[in-house]
């Protein structure tokens, strides 16, 4: 089992285990809400790497989230959006290419939209899963150091995540999350804005970010 997938299933078996703490108060975790985040943004292909290259994309993640969160119970079921921004970049050679032979990417933004789950453990205290969907874009520059394409790359895909959200006061609250996403299908854009057809993808991003919020 890969690391992604038993950090996923641990997050999951933390809502569930928890569940049976209906006497938990979680009125403090209901209302509209708005966050700042800032956190470590790794790409990557899904696929088995090739050993002339490094596909792998680090760097600063950051945006902002909305949502709106209801109690239902002893659970807290909520919608929830975000923007997020990356300064994720690399360069590499390509080294079998027969027209570019040099290549850049940069990590663009990324949207999401979802749904989350959480159970309080403790009254300040809520451990929640996450899924949705996502859409990132990448700005892939290839050249033959004479000419240069310019291409925007648009992945859609699904985002998965767990974390913890600590409510300090009435009003804010600060998190800790993990979140793991899968593009599975993309098309180019190119500087005309002319498109292709979509085709199928495979990568994947693992996110850790902190966050800062105020619930209305």
């Known amino acids: 089992m890969n690391i992604q997938r038993a950090l996923i299933i641990a997050g999951f078996s933390s809502v569930a285990l928890a569940t049976p703490v209906m006497a938990q108060d ?11 985040i800032v956190g470590y943004d790794n790409t990557r292909s899904g696929s088995e790497p090739d050993a002339d290259f490094d596909r792998s994309i680090d760097g600063l993640a950051y945006g902002v989230g909305i949502g709106y969160d209801l109690a239902l119970g002893g659970v807290v079921l909520g919608v929830e959006g975000e923007w997020l921004e990356t300064d994720a970049k690399t360069s590499y050679a390509i080294s079998d290419a027969t027209t570019f032979d040099v290549a850049k990417t940069d990590m663009g933004r990324e949207i999401y939209v979802g749904l989350r789950a959480g159970v309080p453990v403790t009254p300040s205290t809520l ?19 004479t000419t240069d394409v310019d291409l925007k790359t648009h992945l859609d895909g699904w985002r998965v995540g767990a974390g913890v959200e600590r409510a300090f006061g009435p009003n804010f609250y600060g998190k800790l999350e993990y979140r793991y996403a899968n593009y599975d299908e993309g098309k180019f854009e190119f500087a005309n804005g ?7 993808t495979d990568f994947d991003r693992h996110q850790v970010l902190v966050g800062v919020g105020y619930r209305f």
């Open 26 to 36: 979680n009125s403090t975790f209901t209302g509209p809400r708005i966050e700042g």
């Open 127 to 145: 451990l929640y899963a996450k899924v949705g969907y996502t859409n990132a874009r990448a700005n892939v520059l290839v050249s033959d150091n």
């Open 194 to 200: 002319a498109t292709t057809e979509r085709f199928d």
